[in-house]
């Protein structure tokens, strides 16, 4: 074997994520030799790095070149993430800065496990390895993990933790055991060799089909988790509950970001020829079908019998990995595979900047000692904070998917990427359990608009967090209003370029 | 010379016992020991795919170093998060970690 | 002149300013200046209007499509060939209805200005007006199904804010007033569903979701009666003596008129004026072509020259989904025709795993609009929202929930013609419904007190006319009751809006009299209901201008000649007559039921007419009324004027003497022919003597009925009862009516407490008990107790028992006996994945084995 100089590594393409890895490490130094009157500026570090980031990756934005040694792929796809993940963790961190110091955890690591979180999305999206997704899935979970445990002496926040990082452990044994079968397979773990090397397996009919099938399987099980679809999602609510919000913020869009980054990468790349028997969609086709209307069912129906907001919004959030589903199942297809990749991107954006909207609401009103997250204290916020419950409203249709936000673009080009793949009964079932999504959505603005009491006077309303609001507001409105924005960037995003069916 | 099919078999088991392991005990310290030996179980799969299938391919012998860094990593914190949870409620048993629900 | 169309984006951009400057400043502006606001922005929309019906006048009805030039390319993506452009369509029949859209909307706002005066959200309230507007004229104007969905999103958004305007009144009503919006939002939403599927069925099946693609001709039919000199015969404005030589060389397609067909610019010019060289539709030309036109037109009379008369000219991927529907239905049984772009289509439609036939697919899709259209239009099954949207403020039910939102539905069923004309399974159910809501709308609204109660059933009545004349293809006669009915419908809402205001400062008036000698007055204020026809009577004294323009709209209303509803109304019934004769028995049923339906309007609009302003007062309240602001009797004053004439817009040949001789002025079936520009099957039907005449006397007879059962002060007796209800005879048919057939209460079985119980049961059981509770205690803790012990107690396994008392009691049950008090829920959520793990393992392995 060679070894590789260093510009075969191919350092440039890499560094929108390296450098966010890196630069945490020097923010907890950073954070460390800060005068203690000085600590509060450790955010605003924080922010300017994902700033740099998201430059070098628009720098970078439009190449297809893989990077250490074909580990690390950049290209259209790999950029589009990126920026989805770094407006995530920026939004993120101005929701964080005032919440932290209210509720008195106001600690300088917080902003570096956030940035390594989303350095962890970020590889992700660009792994063209199994052992990158591997590691790049651990990336993302870890801090995630300490994140949600965050709150000292807070007994919901640690026990969220704790559940969480059980289960999510529990979960990435299972992904990585099936990365071992597909090496096992094919003895490769490099995403294109794995890909050349199956068409002799499905052939040869030989036994290590088996051990691809299983390994597939395992995959969709471990990522599956990461971005809680049904019957993975048990956790969801629970942690969603417990965590302190602006890291439930992050968490409902950041870990979703990774996981179908990888999803889509490992499933459409590596292995859209495994197939059995006569067919010619792959075997996971099904599967997945299957896993999108389960969770298209469960999220939206077991949402409507929900309180707390952030309950709800946890099997809202269940109900939206269905709907991104959708486009995976779609992207089984090789001719509709790039459409239903980048229908599943648009979606991604739409729902980062909807969901982090109504979670900053969220937080706006909650109390300092976590609670006031009842659906019932959004009574009468129309009248104490018009300009919040014009934006929730927005936020709410959005999720339900009304013409002209964010919600409706994505949710209009995953259903097309269903109906181009052929799904129409998943189709059907996508758009009847939107109907059914508006139940839920539109109380919130019933009782913000229509119900009569005092407003909640939102103390967490700060100048950061309506800052906030506004960039989650407009991207939701620009998203809808002229969705070209988004889908120009979209559509040099291929997945199977490398090699053609 | 021993066969793949053993070390699978035997990887096999571990991971399964290790499955068990995590949903039997109510330790919370316990359940963490069954995760390591089901991440245990992968290296010895990809260890013994890499020496038959692919010796002259060293990623399933990286992957296997990875995923021993990685279970460390996994190890620290999930011990730091239960002596967290330890701390406030004077246990480590996980079915007394319940207020959330429904 | 076609330059002139470019203005169309105004249309939608000024109302929507109107919305900004009223929604973020009006709270610091005062009254007169945000109703100024308001009036301006929609009046200014009229304007527009007009000059948009001069360009079409001008242009010899040729339809333009519109690019914004800030929106090109609204979404795209051209390596899958999805492209939907923002481009409006003005055409004859979207022209018509932004002219009523503006028109009643412009009065409305006019006269809102008066009835919402110290409302603490005025400003919000015209903003929403505006906002309505904007959205409604997308409706109409846009050129594909998106566009066309977005303004129905929108109409129904503004709505729903506008239902629950007043969510903060006192006493319940306001609670009240939210659960109508949210009512109506639902209901819509089940119709959106329909639109949703619609649209992405077209979408799959076309390719595209433009209505019309820029230079495809509509209507070939009218191009080439254009084109021979002479089109329709209408009033004027049609091509003279030049009009056939140049016409004849036009069909001759010179080159010139060939480059303007490959271009792909906004305008869909097909006639261009005869000195015209190749039209450039670039903007920087259109000024240089409008001062040609100038110059050709000071030259003396030129005709048009027409560039195509039929579509053979474009591919089949270069139409918009209706010809490609036309095309593809004309096709035999295993022809195809080439696409354009190298491939080729056929009947058969591929939809993955199954394929169709074209027919059904056009079945699907116009099934699937008229689900839409239950929604919007309010038609059976989804009518029961419109009734309780009458808890918003008046001018917001004249507005949306009688002239214009709720014709949507009955628009975009003209609009997509051709479909229906394909589809005659479809047409049939289309007519079904219209004729049943029709009929048993009219019959709820015999037996309410509630003034805008009777106008609500009322405007459901009509619009099931309206869908039922679609269904029988009458799409001139449905369009034209829909015009005089949003003009007599409009004057009756904003009428009643003048009573109800009448009645509340009435009520005002009397309670400060007798201030002091009661000291409970303010029990009194609670209780009273300013809509409730048992609280007036008598109010033709008190309000002679309400009184005099209520009359007129009710006449209209009812079909009386010569008011508007008579022409309108009668053309429904003589084309379904027509439909009858041609089609056999089904269709009489039709013409039958809408006879009834026609009758029972005319009683309860006389039944009100005697309860609210005839007999004498029964109420203080009703006593001391007083007429309104004129702001707020000019619209109605305007609104009678046309409810008078308005009929005459669509006069039928053939009927002599009886239109005063105003064929001269307004000529014949100019409506019709207007719109025939547009909707390709409409068909001018005949005057029909016979029909008009028994309408007619079915409608003196209804009035005459109700006069003798309410007239001469009986409307209500002295224990508060209508006549009817007193009468033990006709108590029965009564209180069906009152209670308005049990609609609401069979909704609530059928749909709305299951739907409750799934979600709640998926919730506790499924979700929690299930995978917490069964999975956990039986499997795993059980396993561990023994087999025996499972086979010996069965029951303990709390299946039973769970599902029917819930996961509490359950819970306590089991560990009762077991010493497990709190089941260990992470390693429940674990088991939980396992299974999962399990499933997915399973199903993905099975097709293996099974190759």
Redesign the interface.
């Given at each position: 074997?060679d070894i590789p100089s260093f510009a075969d590594l191919n350092l440039g393409v890499t560094l929108p994520a390296v450098f966010l890895a890196l630069g945490t490490t020097v923010l907890l130094l950073i954070d460390a030799f800060l005068p203690k009157e000085r600590r509060h500026l450790t955010a605003w570090f924080a922010l300017a790095g994902v700033l740099v980031s998201f430059v070098l990756t628009l720098f970078n934005f439009g190449s297809s070149e893989t990077a250490l040694a074909g580990m690390f792929v950049a290209d259209s796809f790999t950029g589009f993430m990126n920026l989805v993940a770094l407006t995530a963790a920026a939004i993120t961190i101005l929701l964080s800065i005032d919440y932290l110091k209210r509720t008195g955890n106001a600690r300088g690591e917080f902003y570096s496990l956030l940035l390594l979180s989303t350095a962890g999305a970020m590889f992700m999206a660009s792994a063209n390895?199994?052992?990158v997704v591997?590691?790049a899935l651990?990336l993302l979970s870890?801090p995630l993990?300490?994140m949600a445990?965050f709150r000292l002496?807070n007994?919901?926040s640690?026990?969220?933790?704790?559940?969480y990082?059980?289960?999510g452990?529990?979960?990435s044994?299972?992904l990585?055991?099936g990365?071992?079968?597909i090496?096992?397979a094919t003895?490769?773990?490099?995403l294109q060799e794995i890909l050349a090397s199956i068409g002799g397996i499905v052939e040869a009919g030989s036994s290590a089909?088996?051990y691809l099938?299983?390994g597939?399987?395992?995959i969709?099980?471990g990522l599956?988790?990461k971005v809680a679809v049904v019957?993975?999602h048990?956790?969801t609510?629970?942690?969603y509950?417990?965590a302190p919000t602006p890291v439930t913020a992050f968490m409902s869009v950041g870990a979703k970001i990774g996981g179908f980054a990888a999803l889509l990468r490992v499933l459409v790349t590596a292995l859209p020829f495994l197939v059995?028997?006569?067919?010619v969609e792959p075997?996971?086709q099904?599967?997945i079908m299957?896993?999108a209307a389960l969770t298209l069912?469960?999220g939206n129906?077991?949402a409507?019998?929900?309180s707390n907001i952030k309950r709800m919004l946890a099997y809202s959030s269940i109900a939206h990995a269905g709907y991104i589903m959708m486009a995976v199942a779609a992207a089984a297809n090789p001719f509709t595979a790039?459409?239903a990749a980048?229908s599943a991107l648009i979606y991604l954006l739409a729902y980062t900047f909807t969901n982090l909207g109504a979670f900053a609401i969220a937080l706006a009103i909650e109390k300092d000692d976590g609670s006031g997250t009842d659906i019932k204290d959004f009574v009468g916020l129309a009248r104490s904070k018009p300009v919040l419950a014009a934006a929730m409203a927005v936020f709410m249709?959005s999720l339900t998917g009304?013409?002209?936000t964010a919600g409706f673009?994505g949710k209009?080009f995953v259903?097309?990427a269903t109906?181009?793949?052929?799904?129409?009964p998943l189709?059907?079932i996508g758009?009847?359990t939107s109907?059914v999504s508006?139940?839920y959505y539109?109380r919130i603005i019933?009782n913000m608009?229509?119900?009569?009491g005092e407003g909640d006077e939102a103390a967490g309303a700060t100048p950061l967090v309506n800052w906030a609001v506004y960039i989650s507001f407009a991207g939701t409105l620009l998203l809808g209003v002229?969705?070209?924005l988004a889908?120009n960037l979209?559509?040099t995003v291929t997945l199977l370029a490398s090699v053609a069916p | 010379m021993v066969p793949l099919w053993m070390y699978?078999a035997v990887g096999a088991a571990l991971?399964c016992i290790?499955?068990y392991t995590?949903l039997s005990r109510k330790n919370?310290i316990a359940?963490?020991m069954g995760?390591e030996l089901?991440?245990n179980?992968?290296n010895l799969?990809?260890v013994?795919?890499w020496r038959y299938?692919?010796p002259?391919?060293?990623?399933?012998q990286?992957?296997a170093a990875?995923?021993l860094v990685?279970a460390a990593?996994?190890a620290a914190?999930?011990l730091?998060?239960?002596i967290?949870?330890y701390r406030?409620?004077r246990s480590v048993v996980?079915e007394d970690?319940?207020?959330?629900?429904w | 002149m076609q330059s002139l169309a470019l203005i169309a984006p105004l249309i939608i951009l000024l109302p929507s300013l109107g919305t900004i400057i009223n929604f973020f400043w009006g709270p610091k502006l005062n009254e007169r200046f945000s109703s100024l606001i308001g009036i301006t922005a929609s009046a200014s929309t009229f304007v527009v209007w007009l000059v948009l019906f001069s360009y079409l006048n001008g242009n010899y009805y040729q339809p333009a499509i519109v690019d914004l030039p800030i929106?090109d390319?609204?979404?795209?993506?051209?390596?899958?060939g999805?492209e939907i452009p923002w481009q409006q369509r003005i055409d004859t029949l979207s022209v018509t209805m932004m002219g009523f859209v503006t028109f009643v909307g412009t009065l409305i706002h006019i006269y809102a200005s008066g009835y919402m005066h110290g409302d603490p959200r005025y400003a919000r309230f015209f903003a929403y007006l505006n906002m309505f507007l904007a959205f409604m004229l997308i409706l109409v104007s846009g050129n594909n199904l998106?566009m066309l969905?977005?303004g129905w999103?929108?109409v129904g958004?503004c709505s729903y804010?506008l239902v629950?305007f007043w969510?903060?009144k006192k006493h319940g009503v306001?609670?009240k007033?939210?659960n109508a919006?949210?009512k109506a939002?639902?209901a819509n939403?089940?119709g959106?569903?329909g639109m949703?599927?619609a649209i992405?069925l077209a979408?799959?099946t076309f390719g595209t979701l433009d209505l019309y693609k820029p230079t495809e001709v509509t209507n070939p039919h009218m191009m080439e009666a254009l084109a021979s000199g002479g089109g329709h015969g209408e009033e004027g404005a049609a091509p003279a003596n030049g009009a056939a030589e140049e016409g004849g060389h036009g069909e001759e397609a010179p080159a010139g008129e060939e480059g303007a067909g490959d271009h792909t610019g906004s305008a869909a010019q097909l006639v261009s004026l005869a000195s015209d060289l190749p039209i450039d539709q670039e903007g920087d030309h259109g000024e240089a072509a409008a001062e040609d036109h100038g110059e050709s037109a000071s030259e003396g009379h030129a005709g048009p020259v027409i560039a195509y008369t039929d579509n053979t000219h474009l591919t089949f991927s270069q139409l918009g989904i209706f010809a490609q529907a036309e095309r593809l239905a004309q096709l035999g049984e295993g022809e195809t025709l080439e696409r354009g772009d190298g491939t080729t289509a056929g009947r058969m439609i591929?939809?993955?795993?199954f394929e169709l036939d074209i027919d059904t697919v056009i079945t699907l899709i116009t099934l699937f609009m008229l689900l839409g259209a239950t929604g919007k239009s309010a038609q059976i099954p989804l009518f029961v929202w419109l009734p309780d949207a009458m808890a918003g403020p008046t001018p917001v039910s004249a507005l949306i929930h009688a002239a214009t939102m709720v014709t949507a539905g009955v628009y975009m069923m003209v609009r997509a013609n051709s479909l229906f004309h394909l589809a005659e399974f479809s047409s049939l159910v289309v007519t079904i419904i219209g004729v049943l809501t029709a009929l048993s709308a009219g019959y709820v609204a015999m037996g309410q007190f509630d003034i805008k109660k009777v106008l609500a059933y009322s405007t459901v009545s009509q619009l099931g006319f309206m869908v039922a004349a679609v269904g029988v293809g009458a799409y001139g006669a449905a369009m034209f009751h829909m015009i005089t009915h949003a003009f007599f419908k409009a004057l009756l809402f904003l009428g009643s809006g003048s009573v109800i205001h009448g009645v509340e400062h009435g009520h005002h008036h009397a309670h400060e009299h007798k201030h002091d000698d009661h000291g409970h007055d303010e029990h009194h204020a609670e209780t009273f209901d300013p809509q409730d026809m048992r609280n007036m009577g008598g109010l033709r004294r008190k309000m002679p201008i309400t009184y005099a323009t209520y009359l007129i709209g009710t006449l209209a209303l009812a079909g009386l000649y010569p008011f508007a509803g008579f022409w309108s109304k009668d053309e429904i019934l003589a084309d379904s007559w027509v439909a009858a004769i041609q089609d056999g028995k089904f269709a009489g049923f039709v013409a039958l039921g809408l006879f009834v339906a026609a009758a029972l309007t005319a009683f309860y609009m006389w039944r009100q007419i005697e309860m609210v302003f005839h007999g004498s007062p029964r109420t203080e309240a009703a006593e001391q009324a007083s007429e309104s602001v004129w702001s707020m009797t000019v619209p109605l004053v305007i609104l009678a004027v046309l409810s008078l004439l308005g009929g005459f817009l669509n006069i039928p040949s053939g009927i002599g003497l009886f239109s005063f001789g105003l064929q001269g002025v307004f000529g014949e079936h100019t409506l019709s022919t207007w719109l025939e520009y547009s909707v390709v099957h409409l068909h001018v039907g005949a005057f029909q003597p016979l029909i008009a005449i028994v309408s007619l006397v079915l409608a003196v007879a209804a009035i005459i009925l109700a006069n003798r059962i309410y007239g001469s002060n009986k409307a209500i007796n002295s224990e508060g009862l209508d006549p009817l209800e007193a009468n033990p005879a006709s108590r029965p048919i009564f209180a069906l009516s009152n209670a308005r057939l049990y609609w609401d209460e069979i909704y609530g079985r059928l749909f709305i407490t299951p739907f409750n119980r799934?979600?709640?049961f998926?919730?506790?059981v499924?979700?929690m008990a299930f995978?917490h509770d069964y999975f956990h205690d039986s499997v795993i803790t059980k396993g561990f107790n023994g087999i025996g012990r499972l086979l010996s107690h069965p029951i303990d396994l709390g299946i039973i028992d769970g599902a029917v008392n819930g996961i509490g009691r359950l819970t306590r049950w089991i560990s009762g006996g077991l010493r497990r008090t709190q089941a260990g829920?992470?390693r429940?959520?674990?088991v939980?994945?396992l299974?999962?793990?399990v499933?997915?393992?399973v199903?993905?392995?099975l097709?293996?084995l099974?190759?």
């Open positions: 074997m390895d199994l052992i591997f590691v651990e870890i993990y300490i445990a002496n007994a919901k640690e026990e969220s933790g704790m559940k990082f059980i289960l452990a529990f979960s044994a299972f990585v055991y990365s071992a079968l090496y096992g003895g490769t773990t490099n089909i088996f099938v299983i597939a399987a395992l969709v099980v599956g988790f019957p993975f048990m956790w609510p629970d942690v509950e417990g059995a028997g006569q067919t075997v996971w099904n599967t299957i896993v069912i469960v129906f077991v409507i019998s929900q790039d459409f980048r249709f009304i013409p002209l673009t209009w259903f097309q109906m181009q793949a052929g799904l129409v189709a059907v758009v009847l109907v508006a139940f539109v019933v608009y229509l119900s009569d002229f969705p070209i889908t979209t559509e | 699978l991971f290790g499955a995590v919370a359940i963490l995760i089901m991440l179980a992968v799969n990809l013994g795919f299938q692919a002259e391919n060293m990623s399933g990286a992957f990875f995923v990685i990593a996994e914190v999930g730091a998060i239960i967290a949870v406030s409620r996980v970690v319940d207020l959330l629900r | 929106l390319g609204w979404i795209r993506i051209p390596s899958v999805l998106l969905f977005v999103e929108g958004l804010l629950g969510f903060d306001g609670l007033n939210s919006a949210r939002f639902v939403r089940i959106d569903f949703l599927m992405f979408f799959w591929n939809f993955g795993a799934t979600a709640a998926l919730a506790n499924v979700d995978l829920y992470v429940v959520y674990a939980a994945l299974i999962g793990v499933a997915v393992i199903f993905m392995l097709p293996v099974q190759g």
